[in-house]
T-cell receptor, first 109, second 114 residues
Framework: GIQVEQSPPDLILQEGANSTLRCNFS?????LQWFHQNPWGQLINLFY???GTKQNGRLSATTVATERYSLLYISSSQTTDSGVYFCAVVGSGYSTLTFGKGTMLLVSP | DAGVTQSPTHLIKTRGQHVTLRCSPISGHKSVSWYQQVLGQGPQFIFQYYEKEERGRGNFPDRFSARQFPNYSSELNVNALLLGDSALYLC?????????????FGPGTRLTVT
């Protein structure tokens, strides 16, 4: 099946700093989603982005499908951004999400 | 509109017992998927149902089963519980059963097996 690798595994930032999270995948996809998992376990949809670039406030994402990677940018980080960020993909011909292992982000005041 | 709902929120069971977890999808969504997330890992796919039919099954033993009802809600059943079944169980819904559609997750059921 498709492989998903996220980097870095852990990230510690000061409030106000910017960061870039990366997601590499091993095959063509027809769905790519970024999620933020809060401390209670809820997966919150950030972006549905199988290709192209999207922005939502301080967050933006870019997926380059031909090169099999996606980037999540967080600008002016806040303590509420802390948590685990997951990238998940659906390989072409499939219908279920395969998740990476996540990036754990800690933003300190 | 309500999002994906799951019940119960938390559950404690003993080894060997049986458990049933429930999920209601977003109104209008016809596909439900179940995922298991153990501590420190990303969610792993268990089942997908669309229009009451099983459309996919992950690498889980036959102790795990599921079904989808005419109103598109779903149940996940686990028999003969093992300590290793302790995990967060997540339900996701999407409009249809094709992979190109965005999936939305419920708050999860945290199962502890003692």
């Amino acid at each position: 099946g498709i492989q998903v690798e996220q980097s870095p595994p852990d990230l510690i930032l000061q409030e106000g700093a910017n960061s870039t999270l990366r997601c590499n995948f091993s095959d063509s996809v027809n769905n790519l989603q970024w999620f933020h998992q809060n401390p209670w376990g809820q997966l919150i949809n950030l972006f549905y982005i199988p290709s192209g670039t999207k922005q939502n406030g301080r967050l933006s994402a870019t997926t380059v499908a031909t090169e099999r990677y996606s980037l999540l940018y967080i600008s002016s980080s806040q303590t509420t951004d802390s948590g685990v960020y997951f990238c998940a993909v659906v390989g072409s011909g499939y219908s279920t999400l395969t998740f990476g292992k996540g990036t754990m982000l800690l933003v300190s005041p | 509109d309500a999002g994906v709902t799951q019940s119960p929120t938390h559950l404690i069971k003993t080894r060997g017992q049986h458990v049933t977890l429930r999920c209601s999808p977003i109104s209008g969504h016809k596909s439900v998927s179940w995922y298991q997330q153990v501590l420190g890992q990303g969610p792993q796919f268990i089942f997908q149902y669309y229009e009451k039919e099983e459309r996919g099954r992950g690498n889980f033993p036959d102790r795990f089963s599921a079904r989808q009802f005419p109103n598109y809600s779903s149940e996940l059943n686990v028999n003969a519980l093992l300590l290793g079944d302790s995990a967060l169980y997540l339900c996701a819904s999407s409009l249809v059963g094709q992979g190109a559609y965005e999936q939305y997750f419920g708050p999860g059921t945290r199962l502890t097996v003692t």
